[in-house]
């Protein structure tokens, strides 16, 4: 693994325990290591969690992503925009989604504050 790897590695690990601290404490992590989609059971639900951020913006493989929940017997998948400063108006986002098609891909959608720990439904 390259250094900038291990780096995205350590930021998705932080925002994944973080997103689970303030979302549900009992959700149990699986896997986090070998994907960039997290897998975790939340009351008995496999789901999977991918955290994005629009300012270091990375092309999406949606049809991967389909993949990868199938592959992994995965009910659900969520799409957590993380964010570190106040979102005052979600209209990026919402436009994001539109544009890429992520409500048909993925079953939630989530904005995280992560330095507010604030989380809101988008979907």
Known sequence: MTD???EEKVIQLIDLHHFVECY???IKIF???HHSVNIVEDNGIKKGIFFYDLKHSMP???N????FKK???LQELWFVFVEEEMVRDSN???DFIIENRIEVF???IFLFNFFQSVISTLK
């Open 31 to 33: 896997d986090y290591l």
């Open 24 to 26: 549900n404490s009992k």
């Open 4 to 6: 900038s790897q291990q």
């Open 60 to 62: 999406l493989d949606l």
């Open 71 to 73: 592959q992994h017997r």
């Open 64 to 67: 991967a992503c389909e993949e």
């Open 92 to 94: 990026r986002h919402t």
């Open 106 to 108: 993925y079953d939630k």
